[in-house]
């Protein structure tokens, strides 16, 4: 069977499967055909329906040294900062307020934040909005963490897998840091009850073909809710500085793919895409993206959670976010609802 029928009609692809389709990746009429078909599924299941998160980066401290992020430990330029307690709860009240019914709380893995002020702070945001879910994305954490936090009321969890090969991992991240713990750390959030979202950096230093293959035979494995891939994007204050940035056009295609294989998947068109190109995030909601993620922290911190150069969104207030997001997605013929957007299962 032809490659590209296969992945549309079984929605699976073998490691050689997919390398044998990303040799077709020039070739317009599968790409165009791909596309179409990848829209189609997304339209069965999800129609016109495109989701919001609201994110709330509340810290940048990290104890990570990651090569290629701006925030990494080493990085002596960056100026620190922690959203208190107050400050992330004045955030979801603004965000309820303007329609969005999950909020993500992101940062750096910050010692400071325990497992407890971590607990404290996913009751609180869940008894002030109780219909709204709540995602965490700060790391790898033990199961036991994973449990106080899901247990306090946590629903979802985002930790890119970022490659699933070990010696990709291991150019693109310290020695102290193991792609078999992160790969664990998966397993027992999905476990546990999480809605799991894994991804990687599309075009990461080193990354081969047969990596990205591997990406996707991991994430048929994995089988997470969510996937959230984005272009590379050099940070100046890495030592990446002076790596091509990844494709844009390359990540469209990955995310129609993505879309065949996990039909129902929550797919986010990302920031960095739209840092790359000023439509980008358009042009990922008409690849088979479903999700967006506009920016709810306070202004004056936006700067300084700066993972790669450029990144766009960092001078507006949210609620000029939302509406020129509400507007992009319009006019990709989609429509920005509110609602907490969970995966269908
Ligand atoms: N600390 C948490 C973690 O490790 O999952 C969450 C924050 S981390 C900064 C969020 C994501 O940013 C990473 O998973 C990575 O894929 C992405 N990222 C970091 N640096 C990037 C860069 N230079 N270009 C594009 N994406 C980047």
């Known amino acids: 069977m032809d490659i590209s029928k296969k992945l549309v009609e079984t929605h699976s692809l073998t490691k050689e499967e997919c390398l044998e389709l990303f040799s077709l990746f020039n070739n317009s009429e599968v790409m165009e055909y791909l596309k179409e078909e990848a829209v189609k599924v997304r339209k069965q299941y999800y129609g016109t329906k495109v989701f919001t998160r609201g994110l709330i980066?509340?810290?940048?401290?990290?104890?990570?040294?990651?090569?290629?992020?701006?925030?990494?430990?080493?990085?002596?330029?960056v100026e620190r900062y922690r959203l208190s307690e107050e400050e992330i709860l004045a955030c979801c009240a603004n965000g309820e307020k303007l329609g969005f019914r999950t909020f993500v709380l992101q940062g750096g893995e910050d010692p400071w934040y325990t497992q407890e002020r971590i607990a404290d702070i996913v009751k609180?945001?869940?008894?002030?909005?109780?219909?709204?879910?709540?995602?965490?994305?700060?790391?790898?954490?033990?199961?036991?963490?994973?449990?106080?936090?899901?247990?306090?009321g946590a629903d979802r969890y985002l930790?890119?897998?970022?490659?699933?090969?070990?010696?990709?991992?291991?150019?693109?991240?310290?020695e102290s840091m193991h792609l078999s713990n992160r790969k664990q750390c998966l397993y027992d959030l999905k476990e546990l009850g999480y809605q799991v979202g894994a991804g990687f950096m599309v075009g990461s230093p080193g990354q081969t073909w047969e990596h990205l293959a591997e990406d996707l035979v991991f994430l048929q494995e994995l089988q997470p809710q969510m996937v959230g891939i984005g272009p590379f994007i050099p940070h100046h204050d890495t030592k990446f500085a002076k790596e091509e940035a990844g494709s844009v056009d390359l990540t469209l295609k990955l995310l129609s793919v993505l879309r065949l294989l996990l039909p129902k998947v929550l797919l986010p068109a990302t920031t960095a895409l739209g840092t790359l190109d000023p439509l980008g995030r358009e042009k990922g909601l008409s690849a088979g993206a479903n999700v967006v993620m506009p920016n709810l922290s306070p202004v004056e911190n936006r700067k300084q959670y700066e993972l790669y150069d450029n990144k766009i969104c960092t001078g507006d207030e949210a609620a000029k976010c939302k509406?020129?997001?509400?507007?992009?997605?319009?006019?990709?013929?989609?429509?920005l609802v509110e609602d907490r957007g969970d995966y269908i299962g």
């Not at 219909?131 to 033990?142: F, H, N, Y």
């Not at 509406?323 to 429509?335: K, M, T």
């Open 57 to 77: 980066e509340f810290t940048n401290y990290c104890k990570n040294n990651c090569y290629y992020c701006g925030i990494r430990r080493d990085n002596r330029n």
């Open 124 to 152: 609180k945001i869940k008894k002030a909005h109780p219909d709204c879910a709540i995602t965490l994305s700060v790391g790898e954490k033990s199961k036991e963490i994973y449990k106080a936090w899901k247990e306090a």
């Open 159 to 174: 930790l890119r897998h970022e490659t699933a090969n070990t010696s990709h991992y291991h150019m693109l991240h310290p």
């Open 323 to 335: 509406n020129c997001l509400s507007a992009r997605v319009r006019s990709a013929g989609y429509e």
